[in-house]
T-cell receptor, first 115, second 114 residues
Framework: AQSVTQPDIHITVSEGASLELRCNYSYGATPYLFWYVQSPGQGLQLLLKYFSGDTLVQGIKGFEAEFKRSQSSFNLRKPSVHWSDAAEYFCAVGYGSGNTGKLIFGQGTTLQVKP | GAGVSQTPSNKVTEKGKYVELRCDPISGHTALYWYRQSLGQGPEFLIYFQGTGAADDSGLPNDRFFAVRPEGSVSTLKIQRTERGDSAVYLC????????????FGPGTRLLVL
């Protein structure tokens, strides 16, 4: 069965430090990949997406992610974290041609930012 | 423009009762999805509509759960004989369709079954 793994349940970084959140997926065909962010009591906001082409994708709020097929990974990065980045981050994988089918989400990584 | 909206934002019910959760997708979006998010977990797929029809309902946990989208816009998720284990946040998402793969999520309905 398809699955998405976010190995880090909780990460704490200092404000201004760099950030990398890990995501690994298991799937045979070419996936399409997303990172979403969820603040407490809020829905999911799309940060960035990868469908095809350039494997380094830029998103909102200064985030980027790199698709590495050989490692089945889609790690999220930010060079300098702001206190407002504290939230829960979800990696999601979709499959199938044409319209989206279901997305499979990881368990999420909670980011805490120290002042 | 307006995003995906969901009502109610919170719902408290008693075990055994019937509940309906509503989703208004982004105008013009033909694809609509329901997910369920339990505490400390990522969202789990329930059902996907393309237009009025359910194209994939493989995520519905049992026959107490049912969803409709009669006019291809608003959708209602219906849960019969609610159980305490149904307590979760129910998220709705919509997508433009026509090959677009991006899903846009609403704020969710937090359901608590006592």
């Amino acid at each position: 069965a398809q699955s998405v793994t976010q190995p880090d349940i909780h990460i704490t970084v200092s404000e201004g430090a760099s950030l990398e959140l890990r995501c690994n997926y298991s799937y045979g065909a070419t996936p399409y990949l997303f990172w979403y962010v969820q603040s407490p009591g809020q829905g999911l906001q799309l940060l960035l997406k990868y469908f095809s082409g350039d494997t380094l994708v830029q998103g909102i709020k200064g985030f980027e992610a790199e698709f590495k097929r050989s490692q089945s990974s889609f790690n999220l990065r930010k060079p300098s974290v702001h206190w407002s980045d504290a939230a829960e981050y979800f990696c999601a994988v979709g499959y199938g041609s044409g319209n989206t089918g279901k997305l499979i989400f990881g368990q999420g990584t909670t980011l805490q930012v120290k002042p | 423009g307006a995003g995906v909206s969901q009502t109610p934002s919170n719902k408290v019910t008693e075990k055994g009762k019937y509940v309906e959760l509503r989703c208004d997708p982004i105008s013009g979006h033909t694809a609509l999805y329901w997910y369920r998010q339990s505490l400390g977990q990522g969202p789990e797929f329930l059902i996907y509509f393309q237009g009025t029809g359910a194209a994939d309902d493989s995520g519905l946990p049992n026959d107490r759960f049912f969803a409709v989208r009669p006019e291809g816009s608003v959708s209602t998720l219906k849960i019969q004989r609610t159980e305490r284990g149904d307590s979760a946040v129910y998220l709705c998402a919509s997508s433009p369709g026509g090959g677009s793969k991006t899903q846009y999520f609403g704020p969710g309905t937090r359901l608590l079954v006592l």
